[in-house]
């Protein structure tokens, strides 16, 4: 278990901050919430929307992909990022949470 916890620091996949801000919100979300919380945020399209909304602004600031000449944006690959980076953000929130909850015992 621990040199697959290393493993992620090693390769840098921790580092995404898509995954950086999953694993926060995860680790905040069940030290401060209740399992009923939990659940209500976790069936509520709200955060999910939020949850998009975060990954579209940080893929169309920080993560510009262009097209082969250099000049044009390549929205449809940005687009798969940022879809990307809504998917790796609810798998380290659960995840996260479920860690957290395993090390609690």
Known sequence: MIKGIISLFTTGAVFNPMVLLG????????MRMDADAIKALATNY????LIAFVSFVYTFIFKKEYKEGGMELDYTAMMFT????????????????SFVFMISF
């Open 23 to 30: 694993i926060i919100c995860g680790i905040v979300s069940i």
């Open 46 to 49: 709200h955060f999910y929307l």
């Open 82 to 97: 940022a879809i990307w980076g809504i998917v790796k953000f609810v798998l380290a929130y659960f995840l996260s949470m």
